[in-house]
Structure formats: structure tokens, C-alpha cells
């Protein structure tokens, strides 16, 4: 019997920060004589922030938070039916903590769907649902945060045959109910509404067993308002996976277009992303794995199209590091460079990082922060970007208890842009 992934989803935190997750679920014996399955989880999660790095802010900040996710499924053959709920809340809050909405999502109906197997190698969902397609840079679960996303809609997985697959989806997103300030402080409890103005849909193709273990995607996103903005993502990836006495390798590649309307008729969208990863697993006892990683994603100049490249419901925590009230860096308007350190034995992993972070245009917004010096005089440089977490997994106990740290360094443009906090580097 496998628990719920998010179990072992949960990620960083910073400065005396612990996360402690305790999945649990009927025996297996009780599990293999019932058509009844029950998975879930809890987790415990504090973080501090040292400064602000965010326009508006000052002081220090710190965030505790719970997540507990219950999922039952019944198996009726060919087809199941699988209800979550969700209860996330925060504390050791106050009116100037950083509090993003997904922070807060209490006794949530987080999951309702059926699922039809109607022949081999076919999956077809309907319902509300979570998902990750392909490497997660468009559609995630986003497992750090307290409330990941979810679609209302249907979605087909149907493999043709022993190389490949498709996997294709169409439906709205549920954003996260509430949203006003004073709802999240005191963890009042609120119905998500389906965003039914928006349509979201994908076809996803992948191809494996490729020679030298290689794995190729090609896929076609659409995102559609109904105020008539128009976003249409087609790219590529080609993996290598990693494995112990061998070099591994990412690409993507992702292009936007489509239009929006502004003033006086429709501005056309042109946008791009470049996501490259070349690494090594040395053949020891904790399979250490070095890597680098080169990441580009657009920014948007003055006049003619709009170029600022558009994360949909992409992840960021396995790029970039921590989100959560750290988070300093996403997929727009960004240049980075980085390597990575992994290892694992036993029941011990460890990760640390350290990335380079640039605005990709100058004049452009450096989103997550909210801050924008439209003559460019603040230069590029949001700054030296790091972070680290060591995890031990307690398997009788199926628990995962985790500790890390997370460093801004900051660059030029985090202190001289327009409204940029007048604070030292961040922990």
C-alpha cells in the first residue's frame, strides 16, 4: 500500500525550520480484502525569513503551517471513484507576514472524480483532480506549497503501444478559496469556485526507449480567458535519466504565442523559455550526483509584442528552491545559472544548490518580488540564489522529517530598484 505522494513531496524550509509528515492507511491485509482504499497525510511545516526582499515589505517573517490530505477510493473494475479532503491552515502569523493564498484552504473537498479504464493501456478522469504533466514547468502539483492546484474537467492517459503515450487533458482551475487577507489570518474556511472564464487543456506525447536511454516529449499547452487573452505553448524535452556511473542530460525548449487585448485593439504574444541540465552519478555509496543548469525565460520589452513568458501552473521548488515565503525567483523574466549537489543513503538525502539570478530584461518586472525599474538603470542582477535541506526518512514509522536553509545574496536590482526594501541579504 503506497501513501499519498505528497507526503514525500514536502520540501525545504529555512532557518530552524522542520517538516514532519505522517502518512498512514489500512493495513495490507485489510487493504487486499476490500475495494476500499484509504491513503493520507499530515505535515508540519515552520519557516522564518530574516528580511524582506519584497516591495512593501520590512522586518523579519516567519510561517507555520499544517496540511492534511485524507483520500478514499473505491475500485468498482472498470471504473473508480476517489474523493480528498484537504485541510491547510496557517499560524504565528501577523498583519505584515508574507501569506500567499495557497497558504490557506481549510476542509476543502480538494478531490472528487471517476476514473474509467474502458480498455487495456486507456485511463480516462472525470471530476476534480490534481496533476503533473510531463516535467511540471507548465502543470504541477506543487507539492511544497500548503493548497497545490487542481482542474475541474477530464483528462485521458492511453499508451499505444510499448514506446509511446498520450497524455491530454481539458478543464478550468479551481482557485484557491479565500483570497482577502483578514479570511487567511484567521484560516477561515471557504468553498473553492471553478474559474469557468478560463480553459486550460494540453496534449502531451512522449516517446521512450529511445537509443541510449533517452526519453523525448513534444507537447501542445492552450490557456484561454474569456477576456480574450489567448496563450498556445508548444515545445520539446529530451531526458536522459540518472543513473549511477553515467551522464544525464535535460533539455526543453517552450514557445508562446497567441494575443491579448490592450487599448486601442490586441497586442500579439511572443515568449519563450530554455531550460538545459547536463549532469553525473558517480558509482559510490550515497550515488552522489553533480549537475549544472541553465535556465531562460523571456521578459517583456517596450512596444511591439508581449514577451514576458508565462508560467500557467508550472512548479517552481525543484528548479529554483524553496517558494512557500521564500521563493525569490520564477519562471519569467529570468536568467540563472547554477549546479547542484544530491546524495542519498539509506534512509538520508541531501541537496544543496547555488544559482546565479538575472533579469533577462532589464526594464521588465522581477515578478516574484514585485518590483520594476522601467529605464533599466537598476542594472539585471537580482543576485546569488542558494539553498540546501538534508531529509531522513523513518520507514517503520513511514515519517519524513526535513531541515534547510535558504540564502539571497542580494544583487544591484533588489536594492536599488524603485520601492526595493532597504534591508541586508535574506535567510
Not at 150 to 168: I, M, P, Q, T, Y
Not at 268 to 286: N, R
Not at 408 to 416: E, W
Amino acid at each position: 500500500m503506497k501513501s499519498l505522494n505528497a507526503a514525500t513531496l514536502a520540501a525545504s524550509v529555512f532557518t530552524s525550520g522542520l517538516i514532519l509528515s505522517a502518512p498512514a492507511a489500512a493495513s495490507g491485509e485489510e487493504a487486499s480484502q476490500s475495494a476500499f482504499r484509504v491513503t493520507g497525510s499530515v505535515r508540519l511545516r515552520h519557516e522564518t525569513l530574516s528580511a524582506p526582499y519584497r516591495a512593501g515589505r520590512t522586518g523579519s517573517d516567519q510561517h507555520a503551517s499544517w496540511r492534511i490530505r485524507i483520500l478514499g477510493e473505491y475500485d468498482a473494475g472498470p471504473v473508480t471513484f476517489g474523493a480528498e479532503l484537504l485541510d491547510a491552515r496557517t499560524w504565528l502569523t501577523d498583519s505584515g507576514s508574507v501569506l500567499p493564498a495557497s497558504s490557506v484552504n481549510a476542509v476543502e473537498l480538494y478531490q472528487a472524480y471517476v476514473v474509467v479504464r474502458p480498455a487495456e493501456g486507456t485511463r480516462v478522469q472525470l471530476g476534480r483532480y490534481n496533476m503533473s504533466i510531463g516535467s511540471g514547468r507548465l502543470a504541477a502539483q506543487n507539492g511544497y506549497v500548503n493548497s497545490p492546484n487542481s482542474f475541474v474537467g477530464a483528462r485521458l492517459g492511453h499508451k499505444l503501444n510499448e514506446d509511446w503515450a498520450l497524455d491530454a487533458f481539458y478543464g478550468s482551475p479551481v482557485p484557491i478559496l479565500p483570497r482577502d487577507r483578514n479570511a487567511l489570518l484567521n484560516n477561515t474556511a471557504r468553498q473553492d469556485e471553478v474559474d469557468w472564464d478560463t480553459r486550460f487543456w494540453a496534449a502531451h506525447l512522449t516517446r521512450a526507449n529511445l537509443p541510449g536511454g533517452m526519453v523525448a516529449e513534444a507537447y501542445l499547452f492552450g490557456l484561454n480567458h474569456a477576456n480574450g487573452t489567448d496563450t498556445y505553448a508548444p515545445g520539446a524535452r529530451l531526458l536522459r535519466a540518472a543513473r549511477p556511473g553515467r551522464a544525464d542530460f535535460e533539455a526543453e525548449a517552450i514557445f508562446q504565442t497567441g494575443s491579448r487585448p490592450v487599448a486601442g485593439g490586441r497586442q500579439d504574444i511572443k515568449a519563450g523559455m530554455v531550460h538545459l541540465v547536463a549532469g553525473y552519478t558517480f558509482e559510490d555509496d550515497w550515488r552522489t550526483r553533480l549537475s549544472v543548469q541553465l535556465v531562460y525565460a523571456s521578459g517583456d520589452r517596450a512596444g511591439g509584442d508581449f514577451n514576458r513568458f508565462n508560467s500557467m501552473y508550472g512548479g517552481r521548488r525543484g528548479d529554483f528552491g524553496p517558494t512557500a515565503i521564500f521563493g525569490p525567483i520564477g519562471r519569467e523574466n529570468l536568467i540563472t545559472t547554477g549546479v547542484r549537489y544530491q546524495s542519498r543513503r539509506g534512509p538520508v538525502d541531501f541537496q544543496a544548490r547555488v544559482q546565479e539570478a538575472r533579469l533577462a530584461v532589464a526594464e521588465d518586472s522581477w515578478t516574484r518580488a514585485g518590483l520594476r525599474d522601467a529605464s533599466g538603470q537598476s542594472g539585471r542582477r537580482i543576485g546569488i540564489v542558494a539553498d540546501a535541506y538534508a531529509g531522513y526518512n523513518f520507514a517503520s514509522l513511514n515519517t519524513r522529517l526535513e531541515a534547510g536553509a535558504a540564502y539571497l545574496a542580494k544583487g544591484r536590482f533588489a536594492r536599488n530598484a524603485p520601492g526595493a526594501p532597504d534591508s541586508s541579504d535574506v535567510v
